[in-house]
């Protein structure tokens, strides 16, 4: 199972969100790279790098810190946030990410994603399929649609995509722990893709109750900020 630290930009700065909400927001470090760094130098190889200003513009607008972190780490990179276009996708790639997250586009746009998953291969793209209610959230998860989450990933399936990051919303920034019921029906259902756990991580017993549902990865965010837990005790999880 792939560990996957999480940092969201907003101004060029890591900071957290509580449940996608951006007036409950809080600064821990305003040098991602420094941060990029403490986890490569716990052996990690995976960093989950999210755009928040390019969510909300509907365009990137922080491909300079995705940049920075590619060039001076060897983390292995997936991107999110803003990217709607060609221009957007291209940006992200030559800016260092080895995959990208696709949320809002794959709602608003199918024909474009199922152009770049021919384009770019199922392995360079993740369809961020982030709900409430298991209904998908676009927009930076400002606004709330009306597809049902199981109904999106099959239509995906049957397109190619092959990785999921599902974010349980009311859980993401809340330390409540995982929604573990939800992973339990999504590996039922779709075997065959890579599923990765997002939101609400709490503690080490979370991170262990994806690894026993064979989920692809898990990303954790708060948890490590706020030192409920160590990146020793991940150093376990990690090949």
Same mark, same amino acid.
């Given at each position: ?6 940092? %969201? ?61 590619? &060039? ?13 276009? %060609?221009?957007? /996708? ?13 949320? &809002? ?24 399929? %982030? ?37 349980? /919303? ?14 339990? %029906? ?8 890579? /599923? ?33 837990? &160590? ?9």
């Amino acid at each position: 199972m792939r560990i996957i630290p999480a940092i %969201d930009i907003i101004d060029g700065k890591c900071v957290r969100l509580t449940k996608g909400d951006y007036d409950q927001k809080k600064i821990y470090n305003e040098n991602p790279l420094e941060v990029a760094k403490m986890f490569e130098g716990a052996g990690i190889r995976y960093l989950h790098l999210v755009d928040l200003d390019g969510s909300k513009a509907k365009e990137i607008r922080n491909a300079k810190v995705l940049d920075q972190i590619a &060039s001076k780490t060897s983390l292995k990179i997936d991107f999110g946030g803003g990217i709607r276009s %060609d221009q957007d /996708i291209n940006m992200a790639f030559n800016a260092g990410a080895k995959q990208v997250n696709l949320g &809002s586009v794959a709602l608003e746009n199918k024909r474009l994603y199922g152009e770049w998953l021919k384009k770019f291969g199922s392995e360079k793209i993740i369809l961020s399929a %982030d709900s409430t209610n298991r209904k998908i959230a676009i927009n930076g998860w400002q606004e709330e649609s009306k597809v049902d989450l199981f109904d999106l990933i099959t239509e995906y399936q049957t397109m190619g995509n092959k990785y999921i990051v599902c974010t349980d /919303i009311a859980k993401d920034g809340m330390l409540q722990g995982i929604a573990v019921d939800l992973y339990k %029906d999504l590996m039922n259902d779709f075997p065959d893709q890579k /599923i990765i756990a997002s939101g609400g991580v709490k503690d080490i017993v979370d991170v262990e109750a994806a690894a026993a549902l064979k989920m692809n990865g898990i990303i954790i965010g708060k948890a490590i900020y706020e030192n409920k837990i &160590s990146l020793e005790q991940l150093t376990k999880y990690v090949d």
